[in-house]
């Protein structure tokens, strides 16, 4: 009994200095101490798992699917989604590295590397997959096949160069029928103008699989391609599965579709309210406005839009675009001062000219520093300034075509808008229009005989203008091969050669796409060489002529005939270009050389764009 009393005692005495030892340590119950519990036991379970992989691979060591996914387990099993981080990102690049050294032709090898890779890493499992397939065709199945094809497309869709997109993209469907109604494909079709085709695309899709980021991406689309009917019965599916990923913008530019202007209005005033972009609601909400409401809903829109700031509408375009629709509409002061720095804009490009025509004025007349020799000129100094300031006001008003691309140059906030697609190629036919109408206005019954042979026949102006073009290529042929090794060559198409006809491709591309290839072969092949050369090799060589030598003016128009192509890599190219010309015209007396020259190098251009589009 006394033994039974004392180990009574004990335990209590135990229960005692547990419950003491339990409620006196409050670290025994801090979340931290767990956190970090959980923290080793899946440490540990990370490293047991590892360990079963690395047991099995020693046992079967050309088990590349294996080794495959214990790249994935190493990849994703510790990620942080939120930081995006992955403590274990040394250990996957060096096995998924080892993996991809082991077996460089492996098709899952090179598949598994494509769903991380990135920029020239990403191009060069690209390369080595096209290798892999040519050297080793038997090894690859249509599926692995269809796969790698449509992932260069998409990679070649990024780089917008989708002709090439559209060869793989081909190749991906050849091997495999569900990439004829992949999105990736529709997008393709549409950057390529064939619109019924991205249609007939993404009608073959069955919707009822798809994720709900997939459906926006198809309503997008659609819209995009006027399938407005379409485009909002998606929407409504949308909404149906989650009312949070309704794009109000997207519903009110399908309504304006079908023509319920009054529905559409009511989504893009939502937008306002629930779009974190308040400034692109209301600027949206006033562009239907402007086109489809009545006066006071135009002015109360816009006059919101505006409220967001004066880099909404610094030149006050869009105000005049409401004062044409609705011209009784009264002006604020805001207006008004758009108005006025509309004409500081304009007196700033009438005197920006004074930097490069003054110092030649003082050079030639005032300091006599070269002396020139005294010979007969059609154009001053006048006329210099006149196609001068007739530039900067062509490129502006070429440009009103898209205002808000204007306007990104007053907000410093705002990384621009690219001009593209029918405004791109609006915009190109207006400045070549007007740059045509400045350089004419300098003609009259004297001068207009340049455009005539003077010094040769026309026998002979064919036959030097031809032969000195075969020289032109030749050194610019030499020139392209050297320019490889200074040059990067992944910002420039060295293996275009329409890109050493003519700067601004996209621009070109646009025209010939917005008003076909015959307006190409007499806008860029006929009227931009009789424009161009009347102004540089006419008037810039002319009126500099007055006041330097004859050298130094030709090196001066050949510069500045280089500078407004805007392309570093073919300065050399259209410098090279315009002292020829120069020289063509000083030796013939006329500018018909010239223009025959320049029209040769257009004209081939525009014939390589065509071919290729």
Known sequence: MKHLKILVSFFLLIIIISVNELFSQDTILDHETFLEELKNSEDQTYHDILQKYELYISGHPDNVPIQIE?????????????????????????????????????????????????????????????????????SWSEQQLGF??????????RDDDFQTAIIYADKAISKD????????????????????DALICLHKENDSTAKIWELNQKADLLLKL???????????????????????????KTFEGI???????SYFVADTINNWNQSKASFDLFLHDLKYQSSDLCIASYNAYRAHGYAMDPLAIYRFKLFFTHP?????????????????????????????????????????????????????????????????????????????????????????????????????LIFILLAALISFCLLNKDNIKLLLPINWTIGKTLRISIGYFVIFKIVTNIYQKAAVGVFNPSLYDLNSLSNLFLSSREDILALLSNYGNLSGYILIGILVPVYEELIFRGVLLDSCK????????NVLQAALFATIH????????FFIFGIIVGKLRRTSGSLLPGIIFHSINNILAVSIMISRM
């Open 177 to 196: 029928r569900q990439y004829a109604s992949s999105l990736f494909y529709a997008k393709i079709l549409i950057n390529l103008d064939r619109k019924e």
């Open 546 to 553: 007055r006041y330097i030598t004859y050298n130094w003016a």
């Open 259 to 265: 023509k319920k202007y009054d529905m559409a209005r």
């Open 566 to 573: 805007w392309d570093l890599f073919l300065f050399p190219v």
């Open 148 to 157: 790698m094809y449509s992932e260069i497309a998409k990679n070649h869709l």
């Open 70 to 138: 214990k790249c994935k387990f190493v990849q994703y099993a510790q990620y942080d989604e939120y930081d995006e981080y992955n403590p274990n990102q040394k250990y996957f690049d060096s096995i998924s590295n080892m993996l991809l050294t082991n077996y460089p032709d492996h098709p899952e090898v090179l598949i598994f590397h494509t769903t991380f890779k990135w920029g020239d890493e990403l191009k060069d499992i690209y390369e080595k997959a096209e290798i892999s397939i040519k050297n080793n065709p038997e």
């Open 226 to 252: 006027d399938d407005y009917s379409n485009a909002l019965s998606l929407y409504k599916k949308i909404n149906d599965i989650d009312s949070t990923y309704t794009n109000e913008a997207e519903l009110a």
């Open 328 to 428: 009784l509409l009264a002006w604020k002061i805001q207006d008004l001062l758009g108005i006025l720095t509309l004409l500081l804009l304009f007196t700033f490009f009438i005197i920006v000219p004074s930097i490069w025509i003054l110092p030649i004025y003082f050079i030639g007349h005032k300091w006599k520093i070269i002396h020139a020799i005294k010979t007969n000129s059609f154009w001053g100094l006048k006329s210099f300034w006149w196609v001068s300031s007739g530039y900067f006001i062509a490129s502006f008003l070429s440009l009103l075509v898209a205002p808000q691309f204007i306007n990104s140059w007053f907000n410093w906030a705002d990384d621009g808008t690219d001009i593209v697609g029918e405004a791109l190629g609006l915009s190109t």
